[in-house]
T-cell receptor
Framework: GENVEQHPSTLSVQEGDSAVIKCTYSDSASNYFPWYKQELGKGPQLIIDIRSNVGEKKDQRIAVTLNKTAKHFSLHITETQPEDSAVYFCAAQTGANNLFFGTGTRLTVIP | KAGVTQTPRYLIKTRGQQVTLSCSPISGHRSVSWYQQTPGQGLQFLFEYFSETQRNKGNFPGRFSGRQFSNSRSEMNVSTLELGDSALYLC?????????????FGPGTRLLVL
């Protein structure tokens, strides 16, 4: 089955700086890559996703890039704010409707 | 539009008991998936239901089961609870559960097995 690796496990940045989280996947059939943000006591919330026919997607301060050849995708958050502090998960999906998740990155934005 | 709701939010059980968790998907969504989240194993897929049928299943023992009703609401059941079943159980819904479709998660049910 699919195996998703995520790095780093923890990330601390100063407010206003950028944060980058990287994921790799193993199954070349994976074609959908969402990113979720999980705050304490809440379920994962979708923040951005990318599909295999697109190399990059941006939504305000958040962007995701996908390199299918290298089987990796990354989340970029610019101008970080304290409310961006949370655990971020990447995921990959093949044809079936089940997501394979990375192990998560705990992002701390220091005011 | 209301999001995915899960009940109960918290549950304490003892080893050997069984438990039933409930999930109501977003209105109009017909696919419901269940995931288990633990510190050690992370987020793992349990199963997916569509039109009252289990369509996809993860690598969990038969003690974990589920069902879906005609209104798309879903329940999952864990029998003969073990300490290792302590986890956050998340439900996610999507329109029809096809490839590349967004899944929306509920707040989860936190289960503690003593």
């Amino acid at each position: 089955g699919e195996n998703v690796e995520q790095h780093p496990s923890t990330l601390s940045v100063q407010e206003g700086d950028s944060a980058v989280i990287k994921c790799t996947y193993s199954d070349s059939a994976s074609n959908y890559f969402p990113w979720y943000k999980q705050e304490l006591g809440k379920g994962p919330q979708l923040i951005i996703d990318i599909r295999s026919n697109v190399g990059e997607k941006k939504d305000q301060r958040i962007a995701v890039t996908l390199n299918k050849t290298a089987k990796h995708f990354s989340l970029h958050i610019t101008e970080t704010q304290p409310e961006d502090s949370a655990v971020y998960f990447c995921a990959a999906q093949t044809g079936a409707n089940n997501l394979f998740f990375g192990t998560g990155t705990r992002l701390t934005v220091i005011p | 539009k209301a999001g995915v709701t899960q009940t109960p939010r918290y549950l304490i059980k003892t080893r050997g008991q069984q438990v039933t968790l409930s999930c109501s998907p977003i209105s109009g969504h017909r696919s419901v998936s269940w995931y288990q989240q633990t510190p050690g194993q992370g987020l793992q897929f349990l199963f997916e239901y569509f039109s009252e049928t289990q369509r996809n299943k993860g690598n969990f023992p038969g003690r974990f089961s589920g069902r879906q009703f005609s209104n798309s609401r879903s329940e999952m059941n864990v029998s003969t609870l073990e300490l290792g079943d302590s986890a956050l159980y998340l439900c996610a819904s999507s329109l029809v559960g096809q490839s590349k479709e967004t899944q929306y998660f509920g707040p989860g049910t936190r289960l503690l097995v003593l």
